[in-house]
T-cell receptor, first 114, second 116 residues
Framework: DTAVSQTPKYLVTQMGNDKSIKCEQNLGHDTMYWYKQDSKKFLKIMFSYNNKELIINETVPNRFSPKSPDKAHLNLHINSLELGDSAVYFC?????????????FGPGTRLTVL | AQSVAQPEDQVNVAEGNPLTVKCTYSVSGNPYLFWYVQYPNRGLQFLLKYITGDNLVKGSYGFEAEFNKSQTSFHLKKPSALVSDSALYFCAVRDKRGTGRRALTFGSGTRLQVQP
């Protein structure tokens, strides 16, 4: 039973295209996140949602738009893809917004923009 | 502001020897501290966390970490390394103040290489 799942696992696309990455968690958690891991493995928060409400929105280009249809899903849509968007994107979830809450990560989506 | 530093890009250790992966943090208030491990082409897996109380925290796979407030450190340790411990390790911090709307900040990662 996969706790946090992402699709697709790999995504190769051309500059200028629009693409989406989907995330689902079956842990019953209220909070979900998107992280970006660059080629040097540096991991940075992009967004977090709590019960479908946007909580954290770091300095991310507005080409990136998260959507949470329900608290078990958090999708990431990217418009007008650029070379610099190439990275691994991780979804994560936690029980709540509490500082002690452990985040559980999905397997990642490797995005390559050509 | 909150930040975390992992001063070593890579740590090499022989199988059976003790290992230490270093982490120091900076927060305005008191910290919540976490360690995660990432195996190749996988997501991050939670190892352990420090919330409050005993400074020595025990986690998964025989790992433990010691919280040292005076040195603002949270080093990860294991008494006897296994080849299968070879992976990328991340330390993360969150300031206790205003945690509801404060993200987890990750270090740059330390690659642990355990030689047989």
């Amino acid at each position: 039973d996969t706790a946090v799942s992402q699709t697709p696992k790999y995504l190769v696309t051309q500059m200028g295209n629009d693409k989406s990455i989907k995330c689902e968690q079956n842990l019953g958690h209220d909070t979900m996140y998107w992280y970006k891991q660059d080629s040097k493995k540096f991991l940075k928060i992009m967004f977090s949602y709590n019960n479908k409400e946007l909580i954290i929105n770091e300095t991310v280009p507005n080409r990136f738009s998260p959507k949470s249809p329900d608290k078990a899903h958090l999708n990431l849509h990217i418009n007008s893809l650029e070379l610099g968007d190439s990275a691994v994107y991780f979804c994560a979830s936690s029980q709540g917004l509490g500082g002690t809450d452990t985040q559980y990560f999905g397997p990642g989506t490797r995005l390559t923009v050509l | 502001a909150q930040s975390v530093a992992q001063p070593e890009d890579q740590v090499n250790v022989a199988e059976g020897n003790p290992l230490t992966v270093k982490c120091t943090y900076s927060v305005s208030g008191n910290p919540y501290l976490f360690w995660y491990v990432q195996y190749p082409n996988r997501g991050l897996q939670f190892l352990l966390k420090y919330i409050t109380g005993d400074n020595l925290v025990k986690g998964s796979y025989g790992f433990e970490a010691e919280f040292n407030k005076s040195q603002t450190s949270f080093h990860l340790k294991k008494p006897s390394a296994l080849v299968s411990d070879s992976a990328l390790y991340f330390c993360a911090v969150r300031d206790k103040r205003g945690t509801g709307r404060r993200a987890l900040t990750f270090g740059s990662g330390t690659r642990l290489q355990v030689q047989p």
